[in-house]
């Protein structure tokens, strides 16, 4: 395979760009060469598109995935000598894209055709959680809090990020699924291996058996079941600083999607505090 980094170097050197630019330029290269390989050469709109919708989705910023863009454009244009993979606007321009989400009968329907519990779990955390793939697959067993129903989540290399809801509707399944495991693996979802946790590629294949399943036709990723997290939360009067906190979004204007798409939020919609101990009597 040629080495269209150091081709891209190169025509970035003649063509003046500063060094800022190139060295950003050449890891999103980078990047994209170890997520296709060989592909890389011949991928389509639709895939590069999906590419930069996954950036979304691990929470990359919104100047990382326009320099993903424009590293992406140059590259098929002046290496590749290809036509423009980003007619228009592109995926982004200047803001934030509009999310995409399921509805809360398509979810239900998604679960239930998700016959392997540790894969309907994972699923069922990123949505009742808001989590990202990347944070559910390297949720570890002792990141769940059932005594205080909070998920403590971690990135990849351990380090503390925020704290998220349990859902109490999924905590009932997350222990049964942990009492009847039999392998001492500290991942919540382990992949092979004692040292290796699940890939986001296994949730995403039974994500797309269960939306074939349904017969869910629309084009959707794994993130749009934790931007369905956030809309349904919006939609039922939650705040959007508290949203926004267990999304572990830094950016205000980065919630103005979720907000836009949360047609049906109502003040109205939240629970009283009564009914946390006045029911149980």
């Not at 991928?43 to 992406?72: M, P």
């Not at 894969?119 to 009742?128: E, N, P």
């Not at 129903?149 to 859902?167: K, P, W, Y």
């Not at 994500?207 to 809309?231: D, N, P, Y």
Request: hydrophobic share 35%; glycine share 6%; aromatic share 8%.
């Amino acid at each position: 395979m040629p080495d269209y980094v150091e081709q891209t170097r190169k025509i970035l050197r003649t063509a003046g760009r500063s060094p800022k630019t190139a060295n950003s330029y050449l890891s999103h290269i980078r990047r994209l060469e170890n997520t296709f390989g060989t592909r890389t050469v011949e991928l389509d709109e639709d895939t590069l598109r999906k590419y930069l919708e996954d950036l979304v989705d691990e929470g990359k910023s919104l100047s990382y995935i326009n320099q993903a863009q424009s590293a992406i454009r140059f590259m098929y244009k002046h290496v590749l000598k290809k036509e423009n993979p980003f007619p228009g606007p592109g995926l982004i321009s200047k803001k934030m894209p509009m999310h995409g989400i399921f509805s809360r009968d398509e979810i239900s329907q998604i679960f239930a055709n998700v016959h392997e519990l540790k894969y309907r779990l994972a699923l069922m955390l990123i949505y009742s959680s808001g989590l990202r793939v990347g944070e559910v697959t390297h949720l570890q067993r002792s990141a769940v809090d059932f005594d205080d129903m909070v998920i403590h989540v971690n990135d990849q290399n351990g380090e503390f990020i925020r704290d998220t809801i349990l859902a109490k509707s999924i905590s009932k399944i997350l222990r049964y699924y942990i009492e009847t495991r039999t392998d001492d693996s500290p991942w919540m979802f382990p992949g092979r291996g004692k040292t290796n946790c699940i890939s986001p590629r296994t949730i995403q294949r039974a994500f797309a058996e269960a939306m074939l399943a349904v017969g869910i036709e629309k084009r959707a990723t794994l993130g749009w079941l934790r931007h369905s997290f956030a809309v349904h939360m919006l939609e039922d009067g939650i705040d959007r600083k508290l949203v926004r906190t267990l999304l572990g979004i830094s950016t205000p204007s980065m919630i103005s999607p979720y907000m836009k798409l949360a047609e049906g939020r109502s003040p109205l919609r939240v629970s009283s505090p009564a009914d946390r101990f006045l029911l149980k009597k």
